[in-house]
């Protein structure tokens, strides 16, 4: 079978990874795919394709009777290529343009959590900005700051503003309707800060049935000690001991089925993988957010784990063949570490070379996905923001993590940085360092 793999991220190469290593696949193209993609199992290729050229895509893949299409990341999902590709009469994992707006509507999915009784932080939608403030104004009066803004739109991660008081709340709301992030902040969400721990937990729907994944942890700010600026997440692991046996069960009961069954209520057919944000509150979890495909960097160590054959749990996605299958997942603990450009997430530099990739891959348990790489002349350079996974396996959180940071040390480019403390609240877990 040959497979069309979309997206340049760490995400798509631990994707392509997995894919690669199917027994069905007979040829993966990834468009436009990054240094680390190439190759893999000797049945993959890069495609000069940008993930933004829609027509460019579908027209290659019936050129090149590519068999599946896996669309990774979400503003291709919200933006419809899996619509363009399905009309082109290529066969593609999902969601469709109109069920991605689990992901694509903010307040959509708040409107539709209340429908459903699903748990969520009170909230309120606005569109325009008088009355936003003053809810926002009370709901710092009566339960406290912060108070959270959020863009209702795609907003390439940064549409999240937490208000620390008055002030803050005022001038966000301003901000998203002057346009700071363009057409997403046409309409905004105000709502309640949840306090707790965040995890992410991972289902796969075929519209009807649903399948657990697996639960991990991502820590979202730049620096040590979880503080600096937001990030796209700068390590990972997988699985969150925060989710319990039982706290996935509710998952899936309280959260997954009951949103999948809403939007088929509302006639949108959920094909595709689910990303359930939670707060584990002290009063039970909490959805954050819903995203609609797998997460960055908790796919590099979710995909690691899994046993069962990817491409057969995609296609089965697609296929609407879910309810046959039940994904079966190594004991291992999987953790990563993104080694990034000085400056991420602001500005950074550009091109330089990066030593040592060979050294660390070939450490025990490690595997090495790329995100802003490129390779020329046999050589890897530096060209993203996030440049590098370094991922491991290990019997517990801390093994995965000590054999991760051995590779980490022996890789380099000028500027690079990284954090040392990945995995700290597993590990100050009883039982887990
Ligand atoms: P994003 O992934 O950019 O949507 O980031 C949203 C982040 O903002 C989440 O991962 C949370 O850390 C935080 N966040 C969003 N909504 C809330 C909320 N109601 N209470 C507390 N934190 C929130
Ligand atoms: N790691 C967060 C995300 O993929 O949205």
Not at 197 to 206: C, N, V, Y
Not at 231 to 259: C, H, K, N, W
Not at 342 to 351: D, H, I, L, Q
Request: hydrophobic share 45%; with cysteine.
């Amino acid at each position: 079978m040959k497979v069309l793999l979309v997206g340049s991220g760490g995400r798509e190469h631990a994707l392509a990874a997995s894919l690669a290593a199917s027994p069905l696949l007979t040829g993966l193209y990834c468009a436009p795919g990054n240094g680390g993609m190439a190759g893999l199992g000797g049945k993959t290729q890069c495609v000069a394709i940008p993930a933004t050229d829609f027509a460019g895509l579908a027209n290659f893949a019936c050129k090149t009777g590519i068999d599946f299409a896996v669309i990774a990341a979400d503003a291709q999902l919200v933006g419809g290529l899996w619509d363009v590709l399905e009309d082109a009469g290529i066969k593609s994992l999902g969601p469709s343009r109109a069920a991605a707006v689990l992901e694509g509507s903010k307040g959509f999915i708040k409107d539709l959590c209340m429908d459903a009784g699903i748990p969520t932080a009170a909230y309120r939608r606005f569109r325009t900005p008088e009355f936003a403030k003053s809810y926002a104004r009370t709901l710092g009066q009566t339960g406290g700051y912060p108070v959270v803004i959020k863009a209702d739109g795609l907003a390439a991660g940064k549409g999240v503003i937490i208000a620390q008081n008055e002030k803050e709340a005022d001038d966000a709301i301003a901000f998203m309707f002057d346009g700071g992030f363009g057409e997403s902040g046409a309409e905004i969400v105000v709502e309640e800060f949840m306090v707790g721990e965040e995890a992410s937990f991972f289902a796969l729907s075929d519209g009807t049935n649903v399948v657990k994944l697996a639960g991990a942890q991502d820590h979202k700010r730049a620096f040590d000690g979880d503080t600096g600026p937001n990030t796209g997440g700068m390590g990972a692991y997988s699985p969150a001991p925060v989710l319990t046996a039982a706290l996935e069960d509710v998952a899936m009961t309280q959260f997954i089925r009951p949103t999948i069954a809403a939007m088929a209520k509302r006639g949108l057919n959920y094909m595709g993988v689910v990303y359930l944000g939670l707060m584990i509150t002290k009063d039970g979890p909490k959805l954050v957010e819903y995203n609609c495909r797998f997460g960055d960097p908790e796919a590099q160590v979710l995909l690691p784990r899994l046993k069962t054959d990817l491409l057969t749990l995609l296609l089965a996605a697609r296929n609407g063949t879910l309810k046959t299958l039940e994904p079966a997942w190594r004991d291992d603990v999987a953790l990563t570490v993104v080694m990034a450009s000085g400056g991420y997430p602001g500005a950074y530099e550009k091109g330089a070379e990066i030593t040592g990739l060979d050294e660390a891959a070939a450490l025990p348990g490690v595997a090495i996905f790329h995100a802003g790489t490129e390779r020329r002349d046999g050589k890897t350079f530096a060209v993203g923001g996030r440049v590098l996974d370094v991922t491991a396996t290990g019997r517990s959180v801390a093994e995965a993590r000590d054999r991760a940071y051995a590779a980490v040390a022996k890789i380099h480019w000028p500027g690079c940085f990284h954090r040392t403390d990945i995995g700290w609240r597993a590990l100050s877990r009883k039982g887990n360092a």
